[in-house]
C-alpha cells in the first residue's frame, strides 16, 4: 500500500497558522481504542482560539483491532502504521514528527494530558536551536495520584521539529524490543550539546492519566516488558558514543516500515496571521 502524509495533490490546505504540533502514538490490542478518544475528546473541550492553531498528530502503531475515528472538531492528522512491529514508539514517534506541520512539537506518550495553559504558553514561546524543553507534573501514578510537584517523565517534552529530524531522531535500530530507545534519545541529544530546560518548576503542568481515563485492561498493550535484548543494544551505542560521538552511534535507521492516514480534520476557523515581521523582506532567501 502506498504512504501517504498529506492528501492526495489535488487537496489544497494552508496550514500555516498552526503554532504547534502535539505528536502522540498509541498500541492497542485488547477490546477497544477508548484512551485515544478520550484523550481528544478531552482536547476538543479547550479554548477554541487554542485548538484553532494547534494540530494533533496521532500514530497508530499497527493496532490489530478495527476501529472508526469520529469527528473531533480538531486539526487532526489519524496515521496507521501497516506492520505490527513490537515496541515501535521509536518509528511512530519519528512518523509523527516527520507528518507535524509546525516546527514546535510537544512528543508526548498516550497516559499523559496537557494542561489547557501549558498549551497555550508553548503555543506562544520562542523555541531555541538546540533546547530540548521538558515540564513538570502534578499527578502520577507510583503516588497514587496524590497533587505534588513531580519530575517529567523522560519520553515527554517539547523541541524543533528541524532540530528533530536534522538529527535523525529516534533510532529505530531499538524497535522489534521493548525499552531504551528514550535512554539512548535523551543521551544522544546531550551527546550532541543539545540543553534540556524546565519551562517553570511553580506552573505550565501536565498529568499522568488515572486509570478511569486509560483502562489498561481493554483500552491498552499487553505486550511483554522484556528489556534484556535492547540493554544490549543500549550498551553497545553508549560505548559506540564514547569512542566515536554521538552521530557515528545512531543507526540512521528511519522509518522502515509503510503506513496510510486514516483521517486528517480540519477546524473550521482558520485565523489570520496578524504577526508582521519587520524588515522580512531584508531576511528573505
Known amino acids: 500500500m502506498k504512504s501517504l502524509i498529506t492528501p492526495p495533490h489535488f487537496i489544497t490546505r494552508d496550514y500555516s497558522h498552526i503554532k504547534l504540533s502535539y505528536v502522540t502514538h498509541f498500541y492497542c490490542d485488547q477490546n477497544d481504542i477508548n484512551s485515544v478518544l478520550n484523550l481528544l475528546n478531552a482536547y476538543a473541550k479547550y479554548d477554541p482560539e487554542l485548538l484553532d492553531i494547534m494540530e494533533f498528530v496521532i500514530i497508530d502503531d499497527g493496532s490489530p483491532l478495527k476501529y472508526e475515528i469520529p469527528d473531533f472538531n480538531l486539526n487532526l492528522r489519524w496515521i496507521k502504521i501497516n506492520e505490527d512491529i513490537k515496541w515501535n514508539q521509536s518509528g511512530a514517534r519519528n512518523l509523527g514528527v516527520l507528518s507535524a506541520k509546525s516546527d514546535k512539537l510537544i512528543i508526548t506518550d498516550l497516559d499523559h494530558i496537557f494542561y489547557e495553559d501549558t498549551l497555550k504558553f508553548m503555543a506562544n514561546h520562542a523555541f531555541k536551536e538546540h533546547e530540548i524543553y521538558k ?111 554521538a552521530i557515528v552511534a545512531h543507526s540512521r535507521m528511519f522509518l522502515n516500515f509503510t503506513w496510510h492516514v486514516l483521517s486528517e480534520q480540519f477546524r473550521k476557523n482558520i485565523p489570520e496571521n496578524t504577526i508582521k515581521k519587520k524588515f522580512w523582506l531584508l531576511n528573505w532567501r
Open 135 to 245: 515540564f513538570r507534573r502534578t499527578h502520577i501514578h507510583r503516588n497514587n495520584f496524590i497533587s505534588g510537584n513531580y519530575p517529567s517523565h523522560g519520553n515527554v517534552f517539547a523541541m524543533s521539529r528541524g532540530d528533530f529530524l536534522k538529527y535523525f531522531g529516534y533510532d529505530e535500530e531499538f524497535a522489534g524490543n521493548y525499552g531504551y530507545e528514550d535512554n539512548f534519545c535523551a543521551e544522544y541529544f546531550d551527546a550532541l550539546g543539545f540543553k534540556r530546560k524546565y519551562i517553570t518548576k511553580r506552573k505550565y503542568f501536565y498529568r499522568e492519566r488515572d486509570d478511569n481515563d486509560v483502562n489498561r485492561k481493554s483500552s491498552y498493550h499487553s505486550l511483554n516488558r522484556d528489556d534484556s535484548q535492547n540493554k544490549i543494544i543500549y550498551e553497545k551505542k553508549i560505548e559506540k558514543m564514547k569512542k566515536y560521538g
